[in-house]
């Protein structure tokens, strides 16, 4: 009988070990199975403007980099770069039939309980930020802030996601 290194020993399991692996993985591709990615989410950054950080903004903003990107598991990163307003952001599926958003003139606000919202990064303190994953099939959606007049004051943006 042969005697091989230890050293060799170990390269041959470890290159079985490997070719297992991998055919485990194409077994569960071909099954229909996925595997986890090791790039999870698609990175939103969202920045929550009004007049005090940039005097050119007449009213209130939302800017989202990217404003368009793929269908799965998407985390924005919210930041409230305001140094006296209170901002939050709300993800928004807006209705099929393109009807507008059900805004009621008595509280200034949009009636958040006639929209589809997918979750929000609540109240955020002036410098303050946070973070919500959620997975966005294709469509459009909104991304709004509903304090008393703010969404009328244009804190609102538009995301586009593609299969």
Known sequence: MRHLSRQTRFSRQARFSR??????????C???FSLPSQAASTVVK???????????????????QPSTLRAGLVTFKVTNPSPGTIHEMIVVRPAADGKPMPYDDKTDRVNEDGIHSMGE???RKPGEAGT???????????LMYNIAGHYKAGMWTTLTVTP
């Open 46 to 64: 969202v920045v929550l403007l009004d007049p005090s950080v940039d005097s050119t903004i007449k009213g209130m903003e939302i800017t989202a």
């Open 19 to 28: 070719q297992a692996l991998a055919g485990v993985a194409l077994a569960a």
């Open 30 to 32: 071909l099954a229909g």
């Open 132 to 142: 919500l994953s959620v997975v966005l099939q294709p469509g459009s959606y909104l």
């Open 121 to 123: 990064v609540s109240e």
